[in-house]
DNA sequence: TCCGAATTGTTATGTCAATGAACAATTGAA
DNA sequence: TTCAATTGTTCATTGACATAACAATTCGGA
């Protein structure tokens, strides 16, 4: 094989853009490298990718169930228990019994999990700025609305 | 909570919303649908997500070893065992020998497999055209530059 | 008002994709 | 020739989910 014989990116051979006609495969690519820079970034507060998501939603809305948390996250209910506790543990949010419904539990951020969200959200958004620096702020648009769509269309064809 | 009464589209809450300002939390959510759907289109041929790529990449490179394999992949050897064998037992490709090397496992399509590949690569256009028809050709091609510049830099940084 | 159905959080268990560590066989290089 | 590197492999483990069953609680209709 001496049409690679030594190449340390290996992103850039023949076989790897026959595999890159599918759009698909370029969302897992991609997911992937972002998802490892996004852990890098979250280790030094004690997050991970996992509880990042759970973490913005309980803080963009207080006394959240978890129920109503699956939905949102779009995982199962039996789910958001392992990551509420883990985020009970380390102290960023708390469970709080609520008035009329003895089943529902409300979410709510600590003081010290207000604060370690203001540097999560501002670290991820450096992050965010890093990895598509490359990208004007036209073409970041784009990009979101287009997989916005594309999400927003499958769901929808779920029904 | 009144402002989402009882909305059976959860993708449109103002929560959902919040979350959605970080491109890479679309990206995943991107991937979730277009895995969901790949598996369904793959399940009638036999094949899983993990086992088209490899397919796809032993089609496009008759003879490529295991090593070489994970590499386009971005998989370890470890795992590339698992998919060979699945592959192989489901007779779509084989492993054979190679002259100047007994270390290393050669693999090639069978004619089953051959067949099998056209109609899994027609499967998967199909597939993809009907997730992505809300965009344009150009959309199409942006999205795809802008995920594979993504993909690019964030594997040239790593370095 | 009462009783069956639905909802909430939880546990236990399994699955799927992928990793890391160790290993034998083989090859390459000093 | 001998020591380092490479290849494929096994095994144990991880992470991020899903499914199924369950107790406690609430709700809705006869």
Redesign the pocket.
Known sequence: MSDTPKDQVSGDTAADRFLQQFTGYRI?RALLVVHEDMTETLVPLGL???TFAPLAVVAANPGI??????DVL?????????V??ELERIGAIE?KPVA???????LFMTTAGGKLWQQAEAAIQAHEDRLFTDLTDEENDQIRDLLSRVILRAERAKE
């Open positions: 897992k991970r990718v996992g169930s978890q129920t109503k948390l699956s779009k995982i199962k209910r039996s789910g958001v228990v392992a509420v506790d469970r009329g419904d003895r089943r529902t539990n409300a």
